[in-house]
């Protein structure tokens, strides 16, 4: 891990995000951060904040685990597992990802992208579209 202290702080904001924490991990959002993920492109931290707060309507339990953290100080990498349960399911989904993070010189986040695959984490583990996914990604496979 980074011996960022301002990265450290983030990693630990994510790891421990539960509904009552939101508020303290928006607090290292710049006003005018710009959020990026596969469904959702907002600006400002009301609308980042709102993001991560629908999160915990969607899903139970979700946790995010940083498994490694690469930075300077102005940028950072975080490769992460996003663990969760569908509502009324007892089966642990789990999403791998990364999140690249611009930082300004009064570290802040200012930009925050996550990159990963819906149609591969998400979409296949769903029952009708999964086996469509499935079935797609068959015939494209090279053989």
């Known amino acids: 891990m980074s011996e960022n202290l301002?990265?450290?702080?983030?990693v630990g904001r994510f790891e421990g995000l539960n509904l009552n924490t939101v508020d303290h991990?928006?607090?290292?959002?710049?006003?005018?951060?710009?959020?990026k993920d596969p469904f959702n492109e907002v600006t400002g931290r009301t609308a980042i904040k709102k993001i991560f707060t629908h999160m915990f309507e969607q899903v139970d339990q979700p946790q995010f685990i940083v498994l490694k953290d690469i930075s300077t100080p102005h940028e950072a990498c975080l490769t992460w597992e996003f663990r969760f349960y569908?509502?009324?399911e007892r089966k642990q989904q789990v999403i791998k990802g990364c999140s690249w993070l611009t930082i300004s010189q009064d570290s802040l986040i200012t930009e925050h992208r996550d990159y990963w695959d819906a149609a591969e984490e998400l979409y296949e583990k769903l029952p009708l579209i999964g086996a469509i996914m499935r079935l797609l990604k068959k015939k494209l496979r090279a053989r």
């Open 6 to 10: 301002f990265i450290k702080d983030v």
């Open 25 to 35: 991990l928006i607090d290292i959002y710049s006003n005018d951060a710009v959020f």
């Open 86 to 88: 569908f509502k009324n």
